[in-house]
């Protein structure tokens, strides 16, 4: 297990259904099976992060319709190519949503590599994502496909992650607030960090229908004590047949909040699309200290 206590920083124990540090703090396990590990006093509002509709929408854009699929796969490649062939491997996604992510790199890592385990583990602020995706890990260790995979969910923010030191060998960001310092402290010295953020011309079309005029995404450096190992760029188009597709691609992205609601309207009642995604992937390693002194 990789949660330490937000309290008092000491490793967290499994006993029956609930964690516990030797401080006896004490954290009891959802029935779904995740674990809220974010202290009131670090929420920024009542209830964090995206709520039902939007996490309705991300699971019918990404699970039901699978619109980023190939994405999925980049990460995969990129991954497979840049991380050791180890039979165990610990996995955190920081800011994991409702699990998409995670369960699908989880299933290419697994039957591409044939690694004996993989221990996966996710944190999000918000939780009704963090209960969906606990919910959905537990429908998918049922099937043969993921007896392989140890699942673990916690409500916890990226800028504090309630993780063990170097105890993470991959740490997922996608399109995901990321604090670079909590990410070196928890990865081991061969982690690595996989990080996805749009390119320069994500969702154009839908951009300079809502905007007077459409910035292209610049390009993010590598975060402060990493370095960059590889980067690859997946682009490509999706040819929307139904409103309801471009209302749910609308709500899983900033685009939600910004941007002139009624050309919003408009848009969704096109019902038809075509939109331009681009993703700038990156893998990066955390600097070696000897090599900075």
């Known amino acids: 297990m990789i949660w330490r206590c937000p309290c008092c920083e000491q490793a967290l124990e499994r006993q029956a259904k609930t964690l516990r540090c030797e401080q006896n703090h004490s954290f009891d396990l959802a029935r779904q099976g995740y674990v809220n590990l974010l202290l009131p006093q670090y929420k920024n ?28 796969k980049g990460m995969a490649e990129l991954l497979k190519a840049s ?11 920081m800011g994991c949503g409702e699990g998409y992510y ?31 995706a606990a919910i959905s890990a537990k429908h998918l260790q049922q099937g043969a496909d993921y007896n392989a995979v140890g699942f673990s969910y916690a409500v916890a923010s990226s800028f504090r992650l309630p993780v063990v030191n170097e105890s993470v060998d991959i740490a997922l960001s996608v399109f995901a607030p990321l604090d670079a310092g ?6 081991n010295r061969e982690g690595l960090l996989l990080r996805v953020m749009p390119a320069a011309r994500h969702l154009y ?89």
């Open 205 to 293: 079309q839908l951009k300079e229908k809502l905007y007077d005029k459409v910035q292209l995404h610049q390009v993010e450096p590598a975060p402060d004590g990493f370095h960059l190992l590889e980067r690859n760029t997946i682009s490509f188009s999706i040819d929307f047949e139904r409103s309801e597709d471009i209302e749910s691609l609308l709500m899983m992205t900033p685009l939600n909040w910004h941007g002139n609601q009624q050309a919003k309207a408009d848009l969704i009642s096109l019902g038809r699309l075509q939109v331009e995604v681009d993703f700038d992937i990156q893998v990066l390693k955390p600097n070696d200290p000897e090599m900075a002194r």
């Open 182 to 187: 909590e990410t070196r402290r928890i990865l």
């Open 45 to 72: 509002s009542l209830e964090p992060g995206d709520n039902e509709a939007m996490i309705s929408a991300r699971k019918s854009f990404l699970r039901s319709a699978q619109h980023y699929f190939p994405l999925v």
């Open 83 to 93: 991380c050791s062939p180890a039979a165990c491997l610990s996995i955190l996604d």
């Open 102 to 132: 995670l369960e699908q790199i989880a299933a290419q890592l697994i039957s591409d590599t044939g690694r004996d385990k993989l221990f996966c583990s996710g944190i999000d602020i918000s939780k009704p994502a963090i209960k969906h």
